[in-house]
Each structure stands twice: as C-alpha cells, then as structure tokens.
C-alpha cells in the first residue's frame, strides 16, 4: 500500500507544471486583485500587488481567462508542460476609461469602478502648472473650491451642495483635521500628489469618516523608482514665488528614502472694490465702491516633509516613517466681511508631525491585508492683534480709544493631535471581502497669553476625542456587478470652558460625550454597450469639528455645545462609455438627495465697535436636492474637451423659527452663502513632435462660471443687491512645453485673463487678471 501510495505521488508530480505571469493594464501598470482560472477547471489564482499570479495544474493544453473589474475579459491558450514553468504575460485594456485629466486606469479605476459615487482626478497632466491641490480638485465634477483671497488665504470645498467641514480631507488614508493651516490643501503643489480621490456623498468605512457631503484622499506616489529628482520654480503677480522640490531612491535591499520640500509666497497686493469709512463721520458708504490695493495681506509658508523605511519585504510591503515640518507667516487683511480692513493684525504658527506606515498582504494567511497608520501633530498658532490705530481701504489711520483692530491679543494656541488608523481586508475566495475600519483622534488645546511680562495660560484647557469604528462587506459574484453593505459606530467626548455670566468673566470644566451608529449600502452593476449604473444609501452623522466648537482664538467662534449632524444620503449614478477609433466618448450623469437633521451652519455674528466674527449654530432641518453632469471628448493623442455642470438645490425646511413657534420666514428659501449652480470647461491641444521626437507642447483654455447667490436668507438677498454674489465667469489659458518626455518643462499661465470680478464667502473678492511662469526638471526613472 506504502509503494502504491508512493508511486502515485511521483506520477502526479511527473504531470503537475505551473503557469505564471503578470497582468498589466494597457498603460503598463500592475493590476492586483485580478482573477485568473483556467478555463472549464477548478484551478485559479488572484494576482498580488505586483501583478504576479502563479497556478499549478496538470499538464495539459488549456484557455487562460483573465479578467478584472473595469477591465476587458481576456482569454488566451496555453499548455502546461510536466515539471516546468510556462511564462504567460498579459495586458487588459479598460472597459471604461477617461482621458486627460479625470481618467481610470488600474488604481484610478478602483475608484471609479467601485460601488461608491468616486472619481479620481490624475494629477500628472497638472504637474507643470502653477496649481495647488485645490484647484486640481475643481476638475473633479460637483467639486468648487472657494477662497477667501490670494495665496495662503481660506480655503473651503463645496461638494455636491455642502461645503467646508462637511468634507473630510485624508493624505493616504490618514485624516488631516487639526494639522493648521500651514499644511493646507490650498498651500501644497500638485506635484505633492499621484491622484487625487473623491468619494462624493456615501463613504467607504475604509476612511473611518463622519464625513456628510463626502471624502478628498490625497493619494502621494507609492511606485518603486530607483532614483529621482523633480524640482520646479514659478513666478507671478503680486510677487508671487513657489518652490517645489522631490528628490528620492529605492534601492535593490528594499530601503527607501524620500525627502518633499516646498514654499509658496505672495504680497496678494492685487486690486479691490469696497466702500470705504469715511474717519470724519465714521459712516460707510455701502453704495459707493473705490478701486483700491490691498496692503496688509502678505503670506508665506514652507514645509518639509521626510520618509524613511522598507518596501517590498518578507514582513512588509511598506514600513516608513516620516517627519513634517511647516511654517507659515499670514497678515490679516480683512475680517470675515471685505468693508472690515485690518493694516497690523497677522498671525504665525508652525507644525511638527511624526507618522509611521505600515502595511502587509496576505499577513499571516492568505487573503488578510492589513494596514496602520499614526501620526502625532503639534501646531502652534500665535494671533496677534496690538495697534493702536484702525486702518481703512486707503490706508488712512485713525486713533483707536483701546489697542486691539479687531481684538486686543498676542495669543499662542498649543495644539496636540494624535490620530491612528488600522484597517483590516479579508478575501473569501473571488467574491468576498470583508473590512473592519478603526479610525482615533484625539485633540487638546491651550492658551497663553503673551501680552503680559509673565505669559498666563487658560485654566481650563480644550479637549475633543473621537473613534470610528466601521465594519463592511462586499459581495462581487462576477466582474459585471458588485455590491457593498457597511455600518459605523461614532463616538465622540468633549470637554472645555463654559462661561457663567454674561460678561464672560467666569468659567466652569464642561464635558460630554455622544454616541451614534450609521449604516448603508452601495452597489454598481457594469450594463452592455458601455454603460455602468451606481446606487448607494447611507444614514450618516458627521461629528463637530475641531473648529467649530473651539474656534481659532480670532475670527472665528467656537459653540462646544453643538450637535452632530444626521444625514440619509442617496446617490444615484449612470455613465457611459465608447469608443470609435480615434474617437473617445465619456457622460456621467449622477442625483443626490440630503435630508440632513441638526445642520452645522457658519454665520456671521456682530461684534462690538462694528466688528464681525464667524460662528456656528445647529439649524434644524435643511432638505438638499441636485444633478450633476460630467463629460469629455477625446481625439486620438491631440485633442481632449470636456466639462461638468452642478445644480443643487439646498432649501431651510424648517416650518417655524429655530427655538420658537414662530413661522420661518425663510422656509423653503435657499441656505445662504452657498453656491447653487456652476460649471467649468476646458479643451486641451496637444502638438507631439514639436522641435523634437520626444517633445510635446500643451494649449489648455479653462473657465469656471458660478451663478448670482445671495450670503443672506434668499428671500431677503434677492431684493437687495448688497446681499448678493454677483455672476462670474472667469477664463483661463495655459501653455506649456515639455522636453525629452518631459525632462525640461517650461510653463506659462495667464489666469482671468479678462480681468473678472470674482467673489467668494460673504462678497469677498478675490484676484483680477494675473500671470505665472514656471520652470520645472525631472530626472530618473
């Protein structure tokens, strides 16, 4: 029995050969998770991150079937010969694929292709522009990016009607709530990137987010390059200056290092209209505007950022740390209205971040994917606001009766955040996965007062810490469908000073904590003739931010009472795809419902001396509804045109006043100060071969037009000028030349170029026409 069990086991291993290969998209990057089984047999593999599959089987002629969401099914044959490996390489070309600058590929198509309403925006035809992350962000469709001014100023994103904190902001999964405005999206270069991901509405729990109107991951490049150098300068109005620089290597061992470096600076002295106060009478014609300069408005910001570790080990595919340091310098020109100028008020601050990455597949088993990331982040902000004279829009100064432009201070905020993510991906064969998501922060702030010989700090510090916990599963039962269903538990506690009287000269220790769970569901089925269908629901709640219940010690009012907001989210979802020769067609067409309970809402408050402040209130029910369409058209290697469009109708639906039962005049009136309808469009000309082979010159025209809203409750704004954003459409132009397959970058950029009035929050206006030039090398592989 022993010889006869022997002598089968030599004769199976005398028939028994392997077939192994690399599957890659048609752009030549690796396509892991993909199935590959051989045809009519129980054998099969899923590739790893490399691309890589192995399969052992009997010897024997077979059809090799490749196949992978968003991609074309391949099948070719194939024999297996008895104790030898047969090589067998493959390319999948995608069943939906985007040109330019909203494109899907591999990576970018996990994106797109996913259950969830997400686009990838690309950030490689962006790199030798002047653009900051921000403004790549604009390209994405329902995406506006609103700022406050020039260079360093705010910034917030309004996604699909909500805006500001209602989007969650992540660098490689990690969120970025707390880093200070030194490391903002709107102050980091393009190059920073890789891809930009949006999750528009519903979340994957693979975030951990509280996030209602949706998710912005800043995805930095992750693929193994022995050696490079990218380095870029730019010039500008208002004295404008940026510096980029990236230099790195990955040696053969697995060891990495990587060093980003950048600077942005700007006197942002451009042109305004604004009335001005008269110091005689102290009067303000609101009907008279004067063309001035603004002069107190200067910023400047520097980060560095270094990564040291391991890729590709036994014990891990990726094992960095690496360490943040920013600076940034702002003078505050106005307040939180453009009639309120400031000629000394600034402030200051600096951030330190460590972090440590880690991630493994297949850990310990096969199909168990694990990753963790932490960070610890103390920011330092000082305020300080001393003169002794008030300024207004000429630069005329008049004696205050107290110092203090807005409020009398020289404060330092301390900052200290800590966050840690882990996440947990379990395969079950070809069509299961599971996710478990844990995301932690924790925050504290103090206060010293530097105005004193002897700084004195608050007595009560302010303390918020949150944990999301997210389970999820995904069932795909072929590459034509798949579908999701997840829950979240939130938690949340704060503690801080409450004031006991009126004068707010006296404190008390408050804390609380909130607890809730959400849940839902997303699904996209890839229909014939190149359409795909997404549809996704969640009942979401969104925690109170950071900002919003502390403030920033200055313009801006905290509320620590505030609630989290609820939300049931629907997205619906159809695009389509085709293609006729040189000719590429993409529409995406998509619907969004919110019916958000406890709404987060930034209003402007009065202060004393006709000064003003933001501040935050809960507001009760507010009922969105809205469309947005997207498409492009490509021309072989020359041509590429597209745009999107965004309407969202975001209405009070509250029927009585918010703590009364008084009736809401504002019922069924639009939420103010936001944005309702907008569109951008670009066409983009491509001349390969200029002066050189390996040359390329780029033509790009872009424009952005927001529709006419009002900053105050619609009903009041819309018969009031004073109350209204007016129209804007702004255009744009971009040339740019690249050598030896763009090697040697040269850039040049006029912006407004038909020098439009642009506004933002509260009537703020921003830059008039303005031009950049930009040098940009690139060495290595």
């Known amino acids: 029995m022993t010889f006869c069990l022997l002598s089968l086991n030599l004769s199976a291993r005398e028939i028994t050969g392997m077939i192994s ?19 009519g047999t129980m054998y099969s593999a899923t590739t790893n991150d490399k691309g890589i599959y192995h399969i052992n089987a009997p010897a024997g002629d077979y059809t090799v079937v490749f196949s992978s969401v968003g991609f074309e099914k391949v099948e070719l044959k194939a024999t297996i010969k008895s104790n030898e490996r047969t090589k067998l390489n493959v390319k999948l070309r995608p069943a939906t694929q985007l040109a330019e600058v909203i494109v899907v590929g591999n990576t970018l198509s996990k994106v797109k292709n996913s259950a969830f309403n997400a686009t990838a925006v690309d950030t490689k035809e962006l790199v030798n522009t002047t653009k900051t992350l921000s403004e790549a962000l604009s390209k994405a469709p329902g995406m506006k990016i609103r700022e406050s001014g020039g260079v360093g100023s705010d910034m917030a994103v309004t996604m699909d009607g909500f805006s500001g904190k209602h989007v969650k902001v992540f660098i490689d999964g990690v969120p970025q709530e707390g880093v200070g405005s030194s490391f903002g999206i709107n102050n980091i270069p393009v190059n920073f990137a890789d891809r930009i991901e949006v999750y528009r509405g519903v979340v994957p729990v693979g975030f951990g987010s509280d996030a209602i109107g949706g998710v912005i991951n800043i995805v930095t490049p992750k693929r193994r390059r022995r050696w490079f150098v990218d380095a870029s300068y730019s010039f500008g109005s208002f004295n404008t ?49 004067e063309h001035v300069r603004r002069f107190n408005d200067t910023y400047h910001n520097e980060a560095i950022i270094a990564k040291i570790g391991f890729v590709d080990k036994p014990w891990a595919d990726r094992l960095i740390a690496g360490f943040t340091y920013s600076h940034m310098y702002k003078e505050m020109q106005t307040g939180v209205r453009q009639e309120i100028v400031y000629g000394q008020k600034h402030r200051h601050g600096h951030s330190l971040i460590g972090s440590l990455e880690y991630g493994k597949r297949n850990l310990l088993t096969r199909g168990l994917d694990v990753a963790f990331n932490a960070n610890y982040n103390r920011n330092v902000t000082v305020n300080v606001d001393t003169a002794s004279v008030k300024y207004n829009w000429r630069g005329e100064t008049d004696r205050l009766n107290s110092p203090g432009e807005q409020s009398y201070q020289n404060s330092r905020a301390n900052n200290n955040n800590w966050s ?26 103090s206060n010293d007062n530097l105005l004193a010989a002897i700084v004195s700090s608050d007595e009560i510090g302010k303390v918020t810490s949150k944990n999301i916990v997210g389970l999820s599963y995904r069932y795909m039962p072929n590459t034509k469908f798949n579908f999701t269903t997840f829950g ?14 009126a004068a707010q000269d006296s404190y008390i220790k408050s804390s609380r904590s909130v607890d809730a769970f959400g849940y839902g569901a997303a699904g996209t089925w890839f229909m014939p003739l190149g359409f795909q269908l997404k549809a996704s629901y969640e009942k979401a709640y969104r925690l109170p931010t950071i900002e919003e219940m502390f403030g920033d010690e200055d313009l801006e009012v905290g509320d620590m009472e505030l609630k989290p907001e609820s939300s049931h989210n629907i997205n619906l979802n159809l695009s389509y795809n085709a293609t006729f020769g040189n000719n590429t067609f993409y529409v995406e067409a998509g619907f969004i419902y919110r019916d ?102 780029t033509v790009t025209y872009d424009n952005q037009y927001t529709h006419k809203f009002c900053y105050y409750a619609s009903n009041i704004g819309s018969n009031n000028n004073d109350y209204m954003v007016p129209d804007q459409f702004a255009h744009n132009l971009t040339v740019s030349y690249g050598i030896k397959n763009g090697r040697y970058n040269l850039s040049f950029e006029c912006r407004n170029f038909t020098n439009e009035r642009l506004y933002d929050n509260f009537s703020l206006q921003k830059a008039g026409r303005a031009f950049y030039g930009k040098v940009r090398i690139y060495f290595g592989n």
């Open 596 to 697: 958000t309970r406890d709404y987060i809402q930034r209003n402007i408050m009065a202060l004393s001396g006709g000064k003003s402040a933001a501040t935050y209130v809960n507001y009760g029910k507010v009922d969105t509804k809205g469309i947005s369409i997207s498409a492009r058209y490509n021309f072989s290697k020359w041509l590429s045109l597209g745009g999107n469009f965004t309407q969202m109708n975001v209405r009070d639906n509250m029927k009585t006043a918010m703590g009364s039962t008084v009736a809401n005049v504002a019922y069924r009136e639009r939420m103010p100060n936001q944005p309702y309808m907008f569109a951008d469009s670009d066409i983009n000309f491509y001349w390969h071969g200029l002066g050189g082979k390996r040359n390329v010159l």
């Open 488 to 501: 979240k538990q939130y938690h949340q506690y704060v503690s801080g000073p409450v004031a006991t009287s």
């Open 420 to 445: 840690a993510t882990f996440t947990a991906n379990y395969r079950l064969g070809e069509k299961h996965l599971f996710t478990v998501n844990d995301v932690f922060n924790t925050f504290n702030r």
């Open 21 to 39: 290969g690399k599957v890659l998209s048609t752009d030549g990057e690796q396509i892991d998770y993909a199935n590959v089984s051989l045809k």
């Open 241 to 289: 200056h940026k510096t980029y620089i990236n230099f790195g290597q990955t040696l053969s061992n697995g060891f990495k290092y990587e060093i980003n470096a950048f600077q942005n600076y700007s006197n942002n002295d451009y042109w305004v209209d604004s009335p001005v106060e008269d110091f005689a009478t102290g009067a303000i014609n609101r009907n008279k505007l």
